[in-house]
């Protein structure tokens, strides 16, 4: 490892470049889609190969670059610092939609009803209009999938809540067998914890079919509707993201990787799956649990 009094300059590199023209692929093919352009999803899917041949190539590199030690405590710092601010920019993306929900039901809702604005105007927009959340008796259901009910607390979310918090406690475990250079114990609690993930993720799938097949709970079910798969549709998709980031890092277990002393890899991705945890307590609690 190189000497803590050497700022590390990389080399150059073209990834980049690979990345930028990925992603323009994939927008200009998303936006020529909108326009029912014949070529835009396809681009669109280049684009996005594009991008995944960037990020394991690219990280494909650093992960080569560490194990050879080209790596010093600088470099560890810095890597520490961007994946701070990256989960800070998470927290921040989490925290608007939480907050677009806040707003509807505590705001848009009651105004809805008359409550703070009706003595501005003396008319309602729908007089029959009743200010209950969840949102699902709505005064015109011939423009919105109107639900005939609600994805309840403590059926599959408490369950998908236990699983992400054992989840949580296995990827701890494997956080200390890796301190303690005991890499079976690792190998095994990174299993444990990519079972749960797949797991809490196949019980999703099976919570949207119910609410698409029985409820008729949709996107189109309004404000309710709309913020309910849009808070625990990306919340899905940052579990099937970290899901991937685990079976990368046990990969590299098992493959040597990692020491007491060198691990940030291992860190890094225990960070972002407990933040994923976090969310998650937050999305039950106010998604699910107070409705």
Not at 38 to 50: A, C, E, K, N, P
Not at 194 to 199: E, F, P, S
Request: aromatic share 16%.
């Amino acid at each position: 490892m190189q000497s803590n009094e050497q700022y590390y300059v990389p080399s150059g590199s073209y990834w980049p470049m690979v990345g930028s023209v990925g992603m323009a692929a994939m927008l200009g093919g998303f936006a020529s889609s909108l326009h029912d352009n014949s070529i835009g999803t396809g681009m669109m899917v280049l684009g996005l190969g594009i991008i995944l041949f960037m990020v394991f190539g690219w990280m494909g590199q650093v992960v080569q670059e560490s194990e050879a030690g080209q790596y010093n405590q600088q470099v560890d710092k810095s890597f520490r610092i961007g994946m701070g601010w990256f989960i800070f920019s998470e927290v921040m993306f989490f925290a608007a939609f939480f907050g677009a929900l806040f707003y509807a039901r505590e705001f848009s809702v009651p105004w809805l009803a008359g409550e703070g604005n009706n003595a501005w105007t003396g008319q309602l927009l729908w007089p029959e209009f009743k200010a209950v959340w969840p949102l699902i008796e709505m005064p015109n259901p011939e423009v919105f999938a109107v639900p005939s009910g609600l994805i309840h607390a403590w059926e599959i979310p408490a369950i998908n809540t236990m699983l992400l918090l054992a989840s949580g406690a296995t990827l701890t475990w494997a956080h200390w067998a890796l301190l303690n250079n005991k890499r079976e114990q690792i190998i095994y609690g990174l299993m444990a914890t990519i079972t749960l993930g797949v797991v809490f993720l196949a019980l999703q799938v099976a919570e949207y079919g119910e609410a698409y097949g029985h409820l008729n709970l949709k996107m189109t079910s309004g404000i309710y509707g709309s913020t309910f798969f849009m808070l625990t549709g990306f919340h899905g998709l940052h579990v099937t993201l970290g899901t991937i980031m685990l079976i990368v890092i046990l990969m590299r277990v098992i493959r040597g990787h990692f020491n007491a002393e060198n691990h940030f890899g291992f860190e890094a991705v225990a960070w972002y799956w407990h933040f994923v945890d976090v969310v998650w307590l937050g999305l039950f609690i106010y998604v699910y649990w107070l409705v």
